[in-house]
């Protein structure tokens, strides 16, 4: 398959030809439903790098969604297939791509299971990439996506080049499940180092290109409805990065979009771990995309506002009974919001419990039924 390269040229020629109509305004979203998404992926952007670098968009994305600093790429670490699993939700053993390399076009081989873009267009919905590596052709299923802007065979956009290019896609085309994909900080970590100030640097860039997204959905009305997912597909140590290295499988992941909690840290939930396969099935819940059964990943509901913190309350303790459950209520003091469960121990009071970032913990006894 040849993937149809736009010039900068061509680009701003329709830009400047079908940009300039005001945008209408956008229709209300549900919470927990959203009319696009935007997977945005710092290759190569380990979760403490980022954070030392001065990145006021990205600040910006924490401060308005959803994070974890503490999730999980794939085992393998590395480009190719951590994005595969990203835009499936299945790990590589499941969708095939093991390979990390550019491969000529009679030898491409696609994941073996669908892609968000081709479940996106199943439904109707039009899809983009904007990639900085030439070999994310083999994520390009012929047909499946509307808009790639993907080098040509071993070539390479820049971050700010795929940045203008994601902008110009979405003035244009307003594709409705896209990725970005930037590479600088995954090239300097091979060429200088991980956690060298030059790639500290570069995540400097690729934040600057973040914010010119933001901007574009902001101007055409388009922010309030739409699921931003910033992650990466893996993390690095001296000038290399692969297999169970925790250097190399912690990423990031930060989630913006409508009725997504506001500056909420997802390490919050105790036994909460978000994988790289989470970003498929969050996308495609949010998008009302039916997902595959056999898939790895789960969708991320913590994030919505009002969601149940306090689920499948104990009914029995220490293989007893509990008689008369009560509903007891607890108001999160950061969040303002107030939380039920079924109470199987009425003679306890909710007094006993204290806030944790809006998880009640017990407080000065062990209680059964509450994950310590």
């Known amino acids: ?17 079908c940009g300039r109509a005001e945008a209408p305004a956008p229709i209300p979203t549900a919470a927990g439903h959203a009319q696009r998404v935007v997977i945005v992926s710092i290759d190569g952007g380990r979760p403490d ?21 503490w999730a999980r790429t794939t085992e393998v670490s590395v480009t190719l297939p951590s994005h595969a699993s990203m835009i499936t939700g299945c790990t590589p053993e499941k969708h095939g791509i093991n390979f990390n390399k550019d491969v000529p076009e009679d030898e491409l081989v696609y994941p073996k299971v669908p892609t968000i873009f081709e479940l996106a267009k199943q439904r109707g919905l039009s899809t983009a990439m904007a990639s900085g590596k030439s070999k994310f052709v ?5 047909g499946s996506i509307d808009y790639p802007l993907v080098p040509q065979a071993k070539q390479s956009f820049n971050d700010t080049q ?12 307003q594709p409705q499940v896209m990725l ?12 200088m180092g991980w956690g060298t100030q030059q790639q500290v640097d570069e995540i400097e860039v690729i934040d600057a290109g973040i914010g010119k997204i933001v901007d574009t959905l902001k101007k055409q009305k388009l922010y309030d409805t739409t699921l931003i997912i910033l992650s990466a597909d893996h993390g690095g140590a001296a000038r290399s990065h692969g297999k169970d290295d925790p250097r190399s499988r ?44 056999n898939i790895d990943g789960k969708a ?9 913190l306090l689920q499948n309350a104990p009914k029995t303790a220490g293989n007893k009974p509990a008689t008369k459950p009560v509903a007891q209520g607890f108001t999160d003091p950061v969040t303002k919001l107030t939380y039920t469960y079924q109470d199987p121990y009425p003679g306890v009071a909710i ?12 407080s000065d006894k062990t209680i059964p039924g509450w994950d310590e």
């Open 138 to 142: 083999a994520l390009c299923k012929p």
């Open 180 to 191: 970005v994909h930037f590479a600088g900080g995954d090239k300097i970590g091979h060429a």
């Open 250 to 293: 912690h990423i990031p992941w930060i989630a913006v979009g409508p009725g997504i909690r506001k500056d909420f840290d997802l390490t919050t939930f105790k036994d909460l771990v978000i994988n790289t396969e989470d970003t498929f099935a969050t996308a495609c819940s949010f998008m009302s995309i039916p997902a595959p059964d």
């Open 351 to 362: 007094s006993d419990f204290k806030s944790c970032a809006g998880v009640p913990q017990p």
């Open 162 to 173: 795929v940045a203008d290019n994601a902008s110009k896609a979405i003035i244009q085309h």
């Open 49 to 69: 790098v980022i954070l030392r670098a001065k990145a006021p968009n990205l600040r910006a994305l924490m401060k308005d969604g959803s994070f974890s600093f």
């Open 300 to 308: 991320i509901t913590q994030m919505i506002e009002g969601a149940e």
């Open 1 to 17: 398959m040849r993937i149809l390269c736009l010039s900068t040229t061509l680009l701003i020629a329709c830009v400047c030809a």
